[in-house]
């Protein structure tokens, strides 16, 4: 089984910086591509970023040049720098991994989720 979780949520003023984590842990041989979604009251669940294992990104047109998105392949973790934010940027902010697994199996996982909330 595999695991991810989340970290660094909260409330921050507009304009601020966040910075989220995740770490994958459990049965896993090797992660393809990691990667950022978010959902909003009421929204569907929408790409925020995604980066594979070489390090190439790629990100929704919204967080260009506020957001970027980081990993590291020994600890198996994804971090996503957020700058200059907006209200609009609340949201349940999910990290999702593609792992293929000690027998050789591969599927999505999803963490819980951390909620942040942009608001003076």
């Known amino acids: 089984q595999v695991q991810l979780v989340e970290s660094g949520g909260g409330l921050v003023q507009p304009g601020g910086s966040l910075a989220l984590s995740c770490v994958a842990s459990?049965?896993?041989?090797?992660?393809?591509?990691m990667g950022w979604y978010r959902q909003a009251p009421g929204s569907q669940r929408e790409l925020v970023a995604t980066?594979?294992?070489?390090?190439?990104?790629n990100y929704a047109d919204y967080p260009k040049g506020r957001f970027t998105i980081s990993r590291d392949n020994a600890k198996n973790t994804v971090t996503l720098q957020m700058n200059s934010l907006k209200p609009e940027d609340t949201a349940v902010y999910y990290c999702?991994?593609?792992?293929?697994?000690?027998?050789?199996?591969?599927?999505?996982?999803w963490g819980q989720g951390t909620q942040v909330t942009v608001s003076s």
């Open positions: 999702d991994a593609d792992v293929l697994d000690d027998l050789k199996y591969r599927r999505h996982y």
């Open positions: 459990g049965s896993i041989f090797s992660i393809y591509d």
């Open positions: 980066i594979n294992r070489g390090g190439s990104t």
